[in-house]
């Protein structure tokens, strides 16, 4: 009996916790459905890699890869990038004229609509703008309205407590449905070309109307519409039939699955399962190519990886010091890390920019000439005719939770060999990115950290200016320099585009020079495919293009 | 047993609020989520601040607590970094896990049970040294080996299954993750199941039993498995936590869009609000869990009661 009345309770907290999942099973059927709707790609659409957006997919508050990779994909601005020659072209502007360098006219084509139906017009552009720039709004790229007159009054910069004082910026003006102007706060001649960066996308009304409904499911004017989209999990994403532009998509679209890990996304590809896997485990390097029967590409990316000295620190640039930096960056085999370390998806670098430049764009193979040769004899005899290593060693500071601590010590080896000092150099890790970057913008470093730069748009400009000029928005070494300012803010003000490249590459001879920042290697962009899709190829931001690829 | 009941649930009371302040203070002590959201960037200083100002990360760390407590009692667990609520991802994630855990706990107990019982009546003979030996080699390999090994030569391979769960983790899908999943603990559970059966076979109720005459039948289910399970309970009870909370290796290698890969995204993104959140819930189920086991104790045995 006793046995009996006890499995009443029993009984009863089994019913409690069944009925406390049940509630929570309901939605089953509804995810199974989806299952259905989205799998297979015998139906001419491709299924690709994603990683979760780690921000709301708002044109203006998306940083990062995985958020933009929507982002090209569903949005038209006023330019594009040419995915093979990264140069910007004009899309949705008809035309964008400039007399002075700093007031430009946009003229945008008649008769463009979202994917709901609405016309595109100039306020799509300015209301898009003025709200990616009101301090209120949080968005993350906000500082790429800087440089539009008006802009410190909706985002004070300087006082954290500051409120904006106006809503709008007074440099945006809409002229009529198809025409707007905007007023520069200072010449800027290739302005123009940045639009092409997804934070000046246009926006439907429904953004600022019904906010939440936009971010669950975000229209734009791009080559591809959502059709479906579970947050965390995947989305699906067909041709827009209001699109009019130059990339009409050659599928009949594009399934974008989110993987917990790279190793099981290469997995599925291997098996099938998977079309395009843009980042390949780096454990499986070696032998992709015969994995995948060749079917996998590798080509510079935007990306440079590099590492910093504090310049703010007096041991690290009082006169002199710049032998010892300069001996520091000769005294690495950058080629022998590139190829054993990184199984070649790194090049080394020649230069602070980015072969996907292209030389007429301002990348150089030989800008940094001996600077980053490997010269054990020379880099000695830099490192002892500046003084030595500040107090006989020096660190190099990364975050644990990438990694990063292969090559790290492979560079300290590397520096430690030409010294013939065992402890000349060792890596310094710091647990978290979030800790490591708050020890870099509050200026708390002693020592080199690792650092380096994505470009938001293929231009040289943004591979130097946030990064050495003084005061710049990365400028994480604080490195300052008045010839570099001052050839910068020539190059800026120049209407010739390459008079303006040549100005740069002064600027940027100028920083390698003083070597504030070791030059290491370009990131390259890397994707492996299926036997199922052809024509894949990547733009320079080394995402897939993918309204060119084809399914088989 | 009803006043037991009552005093076990008010027990609960402090814990729940001990283990959450506990996991609020490590997450939010790991420093400014600020300033990963930025990338390689030096953060807008309006812009951050402004954020900072939201997330009420200026105030001190109690008032973050207490504010964040307040919200949890009116449902709100906050949001993920994408600004979806926490309390969506709770409502999609737990039972996609809850369907790996419920896979991985059948497996482990009626495997695990049935090989323990039937190593512990041929004690010494072949089949009982064959299990020994088999669940020793399980023990000694971990999860993610296994993981790999099955998804490589299974999925990749020879192609037999997919390498990864599809969207929603049907049952179907889940039988080799639950496999991978239930490894370690199945062979525990053998084990486990083996030596009792084996030291109850000579307890003098089980010598009366069957000088009685009961059928054989009748004698080990009634009297030697019932009695053999209890330890077998215990176990079993608490890995229904352990399985949850443990299978983010294995959901990682199996693309199941779970638990474990949420605290995993928590982690990763720098956003406490989720991994709070899913911590706080992964408490209340090991709780619940616990209170169970201690029930079935006296279902299963009719000395132990709770007064």
């Known amino acids: 009996m006793r046995g009996a009345k006890s499995a009443k309770w029993v009984v009863g907290a089994a019913v409690i916790a069944l009925a406390a999942t049940a509630c929570s099973s309901s939605d089953d059927s509804g995810s199974k459905d989806k299952a259905k709707a989205s799998s297979g790609s015998s139906d001419g659409i491709v299924r690709a890699w994603w990683g979760d957006p780690q921000n709301p997919l708002e044109p203006a508050n998306t940083n990062e890869v995985q958020g933009g990779k929507v982002l090209d994909m569903i949005f038209m601005n006023l330019k594009e990038y040419d995915p093979k020659t990264g140069k910007a072209n004009l899309e949705a502007a008809d035309s964008i004229t400039t007399t002075d360098q700093q007031n430009f006219t946009i003229k945008i084509k008649p008769d463009l609509k979202f994917s709901d139906g609405t016309p595109v017009t100039s306020s799509s552009f300015v209301d898009a703008w003025n709200y990616g720039a009101l301090v209120t709004n949080k968005q993350l790229n906000a500082y790429f309205f800087a440089d539009i007159d008006g802009y410190k009054a909706v985002h004070p910069s300087d006082d954290p407590g500051a409120k904006p004082t106006s809503k709008t910026m007074s440099g945006l003006k809409v002229v009529d449905d198809h025409t707007f102007t905007v007023k520069l706060a200072q010449k800027f001649s290739t302005w123009p070309d940045r639009l092409g960066y997804k934070a000046f996308a246009p926006l439907p009304k429904e953004f600022f109307d019904n906010h939440a409904a936009y971010l669950a499911k975000p229209i734009g004017d791009g080559p591809y519409m959502i059709a479906s989209y579970t947050k965390g999990t995947s989305m699906k994403l067909v041709p827009n039939p209001n699109y009019t532009g130059p990339s009409k998509p050659k599928n009949k679209g594009v399934l974008l699955k989110v993987y917990t890990s790279d190793d099981t996304a290469y997995a599925d590809l291997q098996s099938g399962q998977l079309d395009v896997l843009d980042t390949v485990p780096p454990a499986d390097l070696p032998h992709v190519k015969s994995d995948l029967n060749g079917r996998y590409l590798n080509q510079p990316a935007g990306i440079i990886q590099t590492f910093s000295f504090p310049m703010y620190d007096p041991a690290w640039s009082k006169p002199g010091m710049e032998k010892v930096r300069q001996g520091i960056s000769m005294a690495i085999d950058r080629k022998t890390i590139t190829d054993k370390i990184f199984q070649g998806t790194r090049t080394p670098a020649t230069d602070l920019t980015s072969p996907v430049l292209g030389a007429a764009g301002g990348y150089s193979a030989t800008l940094a000439g001996d600077a980053v040769k490997y010269d054990p004899v020379k880099a000695k005899q830099l490192i002892q005719d500046g003084g030595g290593l500040p107090g006989g060693h020096m660190t190099l500071g990364y975050n644990a939770d990438s990694p990063h601590k292969d090559w790290v010590d492979a560079v300290c080896n590397s520096i430690n060999q030409v010294l013939g000092d065992n402890k000349a150099c060792v890596g310094a890790p710091t647990g978290t990115f979030a800790d490591f970057r708050n020890q870099i913008t509050k200026g708390q470093m002693k020592q080199p950290f690792r650092s380096g730069w994505q470009m938001d748009y293929p231009l040289i400009d943004d591979f130097l200016s946030p990064l050495y000029a003084t005061g710049g928005s990365s400028n994480d070494s604080k490195y300052t320099n008045k010839t570099v300012d001052n050839l910068i803010n020539q190059a800026n003000a120049e209407p010739d585009t390459s008079k303006a490249i040549t100005l740069y590459q002064q600027a940027e001879s100028q920083v390698i020079k003083d070597m504030p920042v070791v030059p290491l290697w370009y990131q390259n962009g890397e994707a492996g495919w299926s036997s199922k899709v052809s024509n894949v190829t990547e733009n320079a931001f080394s995402v897939p293009v993918f309204t060119d690829i084809t399914v088989n | ?307």
């Open chain 2, 1 to 307: 047993m009803g006043r037991y009941v009552i005093r076990r649930l008010l027990q609960m009371v402090p814990v729940f609020i001990g283990t959450t302040l506990l996991i609020f203070v490590m997450v939010y002590g790991l420093g400014d989520p600020v300033a990963a959201m930025f990338g390689d960037r030096t953060p807008d200083p309006a812009t951050a601040a402004q954020i900072r100002h939201d997330l009420h990360l200026n105030d001190p760390l109690w008032q973050q607590y207490l504010i964040y407590m307040q919200h949890i009692f009116k449902g709100d667990f906050g949001k993920a970094s994408n600004g979806q609520p926490v309390t969506e991802l709770l409502g999609t994630a737990f039972p996609v896990t809850l369907r790996l855990t419920i896979m991985a706990f059948v497996i482990e107990a009626v495997v695990g049970i049935a090989l323990g019982l039937f190593a512990g009546l041929r004690r010494g003979r072949f089949f009982d040294t064959g299990v020994l030996a088999m669940t020793l080699l399980v023990v000694s390999i971990p999860t993610f080996v296994t993981g790999f090994v099955l998804q490589y030569l299974l999925g990749v391979k020879w192609g037999v299954v997919h390498p990864s769960v599809g969207e929603g983790a049907p049952f179907k899908d889940l039988f080799i993750p639950g496999l991978v999943l239930a490894g370690v603990s199945l062979a525990y559970v053998a084990r486990l199941t083996r030596t009792s059966v084996a030291e109850n076979s000579r307890a003098d109720y089980l010598r009366t039993a069957v000088a009685k005459g009961l059928p054989r039948r009748r004698v080990i289910t009634n009297h030697m498995l019932r009695n053999s399970l209890i330890p077998v309970v215990t176990f079993l009870g608490t890995d229904i936590g352990n399985l949850m909370a443990g299978a983010l290796v294995t959901e990682r290698i199996f693309n199941i869009h779970g638990v474990g890969y949420q605290i995993y995204q928590g982690i990763v993104h720098n956003n406490p609000p989720t991994v709070v959140g899913f911590v706080t819930v992964l408490v209340i189920i090991f709780l619940g869990a616990n209170l169970l086991v201690d029930l079935l104790y006296a279902v299963l045995d009719p000395r132990i009661r709770y007064a």
